[in-house]
């Protein structure tokens, strides 16, 4: 926690790069400069991003502004879960056990498998021709 009240993290998952910073307010939560209803149009991401503040009881206490680069919007979305994860249990230590049960700390490092040469993707082969 800085000078301001506020608290910073970064948060990753697959190729996106969530920056982070969490501040006491009404739950108004802010990506790339825009709402979340607007950025994260589908609801089951909205949810994701939400997840950290339900588990531990502090729904609409914080205000979340986050900037994100790089990957689709589920990696942006988890990312974003992963840095308000972070910044939560620094703003508030007594909740980092929560958080960190909840595996909410740990950097999703599943990402896509390059694809490899001699092969359609990453593991499928190219179709067999018998004759």
């Known amino acids: 926690m800085d000078a ?7 948060g990753r ?8 910073w969490l501040k006491p307010g ?12 607007v950025y994260f149009a589908r609801p089951t991401l909205r949810l994701v991003i939400a997840q950290p503040f339900t588990i531990t009881g502090r729904e609409e206490q914080y205000d979340v502004v986050a900037t994100v680069k790089g990957g ?4 942006q979305a988890g990312a974003v879960k992963h840095g308000i994860s972070q910044a939560l249990s620094k703003y508030e ?3 980092r056990s929560t958080v960190k049960a909840a595996g909410f700390l740990t950097r999703d ?3 896509v ?13 190219f179709q067999f021709s018998k004759r």
Not at 4 to 10: K, N, P, S, V, W
Not at 13 to 20: W, Y
Not at 72 to 75: A, I, P, Q
């Open 113 to 125: 498998e390059r694809k490899k040469y001699g092969r359609a993707k990453a593991r499928r082969s």
């Open 72 to 75: 689709g919007l589920s990696g």
């Open 93 to 95: 230590p007594a909740l």
């Open 26 to 37: 009404s739950g108004k939560v802010t990506v790339n400069g825009r709402d979340q209803e």
């Open 4 to 10: 301001q009240g506020r608290a910073y993290a970064t």
């Open 109 to 111: 490092s599943r990402v």
């Open 13 to 20: 998952r697959k190729d996106a790069v969530a920056r982070v």
